[in-house]
């Protein structure tokens, strides 16, 4: 359904290449550990794991598509990467993980830089 491209799509792929940019992208391309296919996004460690690797924290299982359509928008020349008509669905499952690790990561490195100013 309904395309997601033009003004939702531009935001997304300017967070996706500036938090590869800045080192702060999520690792999406197969299990961190192993190598293996991977199975669930761990928030903490901003990174896939497979079953066989797997561990206690916050998760969530991102589709096939998101793992495709995410290593697309990050790798392939901007002009390419607009004519990707993603679905309102999985334009949403990309924003809403780029949202949790932007939270786990950014925000809680802002944060513990600001704790530390004022320590010291």
Do not use: Q
Not at 14 to 39: D, N
Not at 46 to 54: D, P, S, V
Not at 71 to 97: A, C, Q, Y
């Amino acid at each position: 359904g309904g395309g997601g491209g033009g003004g939702g799509l531009l935001p997304v792929i300017f967070r996706i290449r500036l938090l590869a940019l800045s080192g702060y992208a999520p690792a999406l391309k197969g299990c961190v550990k192993c190598g293996g296919e991977a199975a669930r996004f761990y928030l903490a460690d901003g990174a896939l794991l497979c079953n066989n690797c797997k561990k206690e924290g916050r998760s969530i299982e991102p589709s096939p598509a998101l793992l495709k359509v995410y290593n697309d928008f990050s790798t392939w020349p901007l002009h390419k990467v607009m004519r990707i008509k993603p679905s309102g669905g999985l334009l949403m499952e990309l924003k809403g993980l780029m949202e949790l690790h932007i939270k786990e990561h950014i925000a809680l490195r802002i944060r513990s830089r600001e704790g530390f100013g004022r320590a010291g």
